[in-house]
T-cell receptor, first 114, second 115 residues
């Protein structure tokens, strides 16, 4: 089973360039998430989509946009990349049931902004 | 403000020794509690979770965690560490009833295992 698949795994951008991180899950989960991971700060939520057709801001949404393309896919877009967005980005998915809550993570996308 | 704290950034332990990783949370009510592990270059894998009931929770890879309401803590333990346990460990919480199953993570504890 593929689980959660992220592309690309590595990317180097110049300041001001744009790019989109793609995420797809094959577990029929309703909820999807984008987190960024920075040393000493754990994972911080950028945006999430509780269900198809909805998206909401997380803790650190500035500089990012998201699209829930369909139930499987949730993309993260950087319109004008900044060095502060150098990070490892993780996509995750979960069931939406209240008693569940386990997140399944992709392997991450390492982004460097020069 | 709601927060999750892992006081230890790094822990070094000898192979075969016991391990305890600390996690404290600051929420108005008891949240759902999780421990995840991240091996180098990998995504996060769930070790265990606490929703309710027995405060001692068993997980995968021989890990367990104990929820202590009075201390707002959810510490992770393993009696005998193996070299393969070298990784980064994250405590996470989810507020009961919150939409979207959002998790809030602590800063992580990196575990090094000495031979």
């Amino acid at each position: 089973n593929a689980g959660v698949t992220q592309t690309p795994k590595f990317q180097v951008l110049k300041t001001g360039q744009s790019m989109t991180l793609q995420c797809a899950q094959d577990m029929n989960h309703n909820s999807m998430y984008w987190y960024r991971q920075d040393p000493g700060m754990g994972l911080r939520l950028i945006y999430y989509s509780a269900s198809e057709g909805t998206t909401d801001k997380g803790e650190v949404p500035n500089g990012y946009n998201v699209s829930r393309l369909n139930k499987r896919e949730f993309s993260l877009r950087l319109e004008s990349a900044a060095p502060s967005q150098t990070s490892v980005y993780f996509c995750a998915s979960s069931e939406a049931r209240a008693f569940a809550g386990e997140l399944f993570f992709g392997e991450g996308s390492r982004l460097t902004v020069l | 403000a709601q927060s999750v704290t892992q006081p230890d950034i790094h822990i070094t332990v000898s192979e075969g020794a016991s391990l305890e990783l600390r996690c404290n949370y600051s929420y108005g009510a008891t949240p759902y509690l999780f421990w995840y592990v991240q091996s180098p270059g990998q995504g996060l894998q769930l070790l265990l979770k606490y929703f309710s009931g027995d405060t001692l929770v068993q997980g995968i890879k021989g890990f367990e965690a104990e929820f202590k309401r009075s201390q707002s803590s959810f510490n992770l333990r393993k009696p005998s560490v193996h070299w393969s346990d070298a990784a980064e460990y994250f405590c996470a919480v989810r507020v009961r009833g919150a939409a979207g199953n959002k998790l809030t993570f602590g800063g992580g504890t990196r575990v090094l295992v000495k031979p």
